[in-house]
């Protein structure tokens, strides 16, 4: 016979699996650029899973590709208030603040996703973005040399 602490636990796991299923989901449909069913399934995980910051950060990319900047940034702050090691929530802020034209603004968010993941293609290329914008074309330069060295790794 089962405890009822073993049935909690049971119950949680289960949980958790639905959460990374939906999680996943939502994922694949934002590769896809199927944004809106990706939402779907991204506010179920949080729904599931409201601690997710995986989960919040992908709905801040869901709302960048809305084009939806303000609300983009509060679920990666929420994201990265939750665990700040996740690289792609802070090239999603930064993403979001360049998108917003605040480029110079936006630097430190990409330099800190790079702290994290020196291996980062992306947001090399959103630093030389934002450095650009910026009228830092030196920088810009070398930031896309390293994004274009490490998209040839992958």
């Known amino acids: 016979m089962q405890s009822e602490s073993d049935n909690d636990k049971t ?30 399934y991204l506010d179920r995980a949080i729904e599931l899973d409201p601690k997710s910051a995986i989960a919040w950060a992908a709905k801040g990319v869901a709302m960048v590709n809305l084009s939806r900047y303000d609300e983009a940034l509060e679920f990666f702050d929420k994201a990265i208030k939750m665990d700040a090691e996740i690289p792609f929530a802070w090239e999603g802020k930064a993403i979001a603040m360049h998108r917003q034209g605040r480029h110079e603004a936006a630097v430190p968010f990409f330099e800190m996703a790079l702290n994290l993941n020196p291996e980062f293609a992306r947001a090399w290329s959103g630093l030389a973005d934002a450095f650009e914008a910026s009228g830092r074309a030196e920088e810009a330069r070398l930031c896309r040399e390293r994004a274009q060295k490490l998209a040839k790794c992958e």
């Open 11 to 40: 119950a949680a796991a289960s949980v958790s699996a639905a959460a990374k299923e939906m999680l996943t989901r939502g994922r694949v449909h934002l590769e896809l650029g199927k944004t809106q069913d990706a939402l779907t």
